[in-house]
T-cell receptor
């Protein structure tokens, strides 16, 4: 079974600064998807960024980018120019394309605080 | 179009009562998922629907939990004889197709069992 680990329960960053959230995962599969979701106090899970494992190029969405290291099974999220609205719980998630292909497996989450 | 919607937003019930939680997926999305988010267990997968059938219900924690989907659209998660450990946020997600498409989540239902 796949597992996802987020080793930072809490992180904080100053507004306009850059922060990196860590995620590692364990799998024996070669093809899969990785995601970062954001969950503000409203509870709604919002997709931040998605990475296909077969793509070597790191995904980027505006101020959000990932550092995907397939051999190391690492998938970190970098938030540049942090804004107050970025404050939320961030979840890293894994989805297989081979077995039980539709479910998401989540990490424990990282609570991000943005200080003005 | 509209996103995934869930009702009720909050539900308080007494131990031993049955509850029904509803999910309306994004129109046209064939795949629908239920997850549970609780303090002790984090985010857990419960069940996945493709159309009206459930190829994967391995995450349902006990036989008190059941779910159905009708018309390839609305889904209902039913918890019978609720227990205090059922208290959690129940999240629903949908995707256009399974396996490759992104899952989009609803706002969740917070269930409190007294």
């Amino acid at each position: 079974a796949q597992t996802v680990t987020q080793s930072q329960p809490e992180m904080s960053v100053q507004e306009a600064e850059t922060v990196t959230l860590s995620c590692t995962y364990d799998t024996s599969e070669s093809d899969y998807y990785l995601f970062w979701y954001k969950q503000p106090p409203s509870r709604q899970m919002i997709l931040v960024i998605r990475q296909e494992a077969y793509k070597q190029q790191n995904a980027t969405e505006n101020r959000f980018s990932v550092n995907f290291q397939k051999a190391a099974k690492s998938f970190s999220l970098k938030i540049s120019d942090s804004q107050l609205g970025d404050a939320a719980m961030y979840f890293c998630a894994y989805r297989s394309t081979e077995t039980s292909g539709s479910r998401l497996t989540f990490g424990e989450g990282t609570q991000l605080t943005v200080n003005p | 179009g509209a996103g995934v919607s869930q009702s009720p937003s909050n539900k308080v019930t007494e131990k031993g009562k049955d509850v029904e939680l509803r999910c309306d997926p994004i129109s046209g999305h064939t795949a629908l998922y239920w997850y549970r988010q609780s303090l002790g267990q984090g985010l857990e997968f419960l069940i996945y629907f493709q159309g009206n059938s459930a190829p994967d219900k391995s995450g349902l924690p006990s036989d008190r939990f059941s779910a159905e989907r009708t018309g390839g659209s609305v889904s209902t998660l039913t918890i019978q004889r609720t227990q205090q450990e059922d208290s959690a946020v129940y999240l629903c997600a949908s995707s256009l197709i399974p396996f490759t498409d992104t899952q989009y989540f609803g706002p969740g239902t917070r269930l409190t069992v007294l």
